[in-house]
């Protein structure tokens, strides 16, 4: 049995779809390409798909990376992106409805296993990164393994706003206490979002005062706004703390607003903070 193995709903649902969208060649073709275990079962569409995922979850060494591949050509179609607006003009291609929705009940059934996808077939267990893994990332400064962390943040707007929020929101002080300790800097007292933040961008000279161009400026000063934001969106509607006595109305679309907004603010810092390495003497 694997550390990771696939639960009997999550091998349902998606035995249950390809076999309907997939022919015998097709599906053959997908799970070997994806690296599933064994030679392709008898029967039909759906027991050979059923069959080849059950295999997979007991001898594959990784079965959600398997899974991964063999999910990734559908969970990563624009056309399935649940912000996608169809055109009128455009044709409408086979299965359409039927991907979305698959695509909508994959990602429900990973929530309840405690399990993330992210684009380019990742599946991986858990709503976060643990922080020494992501401390590694930042240091070694591993860009795609970051955007990455971000993408996991997004895929939960839709079922899990606040986690969402949350780890975004963690990501970027995770970046902004790092940059500290490795640079020597006085770690505020106050460890929160907005204090390490602000630590960071005076030594990367990132306050207004010391930015010439007008346009510029104007651009990085919102960048204060965006993560003052972050930081309190964490606070009231955040998974990380309680309501209280309102609740906090959050809703996917804020959610991805400021997953989106955290993501940009990490790579311009992260980038900055390379560039002042480089140019060092």
């Avoid at 249950?16 to 073709?29: K, Q, R, Y």
């Avoid at 930081?231 to 509607?237: E, V, Y």
Wanted: glycine share 6%; hydrophobic share 40%.
């Amino acid at each position: 049995m694997t550390a990771s193995p696939l639960s009997a709903p999550l091998i349902a649902i998606t035995s249950n779809f390809v076999s309907s969208v997939e022919t015998h060649a097709s599906l053959d073709s997908l799970f070997m390409y994806a690296g599933a275990h064994g030679d392709p079962p008898e029967g039909s569409k759906h027991v050979k798909a059923l069959e080849w995922l059950r295999a997979t979850n007991r001898h594959a060494a990784d079965p959600l990376k398997v899974l991964g591949k063999i999910v990734e050509g559908y969970m990563d179609d624009p056309l399935t992106d649940p912000n996608y607006v169809d055109e009128p003009w455009k044709a409408v291609s086979p299965n359409l409805e039927a991907k979305r929705e698959f695509c909508r009940k994959f990602k429900e059934v990973l929530a309840r296993d405690g399990s993330l996808y992210a684009r380019g077939g990742v599946i991986t267990k858990g709503g976060a990164a643990p922080s020494k893994t992501l401390a590694q990332l930042i240091k070694g400064r591993d860009f795609p393994a970051i955007h990455r962390e971000f993408d996991r943040a997004a895929e939960t707007v839709d079922i899990r706003p606040r986690e969402a929020v949350s780890a975004a929101s963690n990501i970027l002080e995770s970046i902004f206490k790092i940059y500290i300790e490795d640079n020597g800097l006085p770690m505020p007292d106050k460890q929160d979002l907005q204090p390490v933040f602000k630590v960071v961008r005076s030594d990367l000279g990132l306050d207004p005062g010391s930015i010439e161009d007008e346009d510029l400026k104007r651009i990085i000063s919102g960048l204060f706004s965006v993560v003052d934001g972050i930081g309190a969106l964490r606070t009231h509607a955040g998974s990380a703390h309680s309501e209280g006595r309102k609740s906090y109305k959050l809703e996917p679309r804020h959610a991805r607003l400021a997953v989106n907004a955290a993501h940009s603010v990490a790579s311009f810092v992260l980038e900055t903070w390379d560039k002042r390495i480089a140019t060092k003497p």
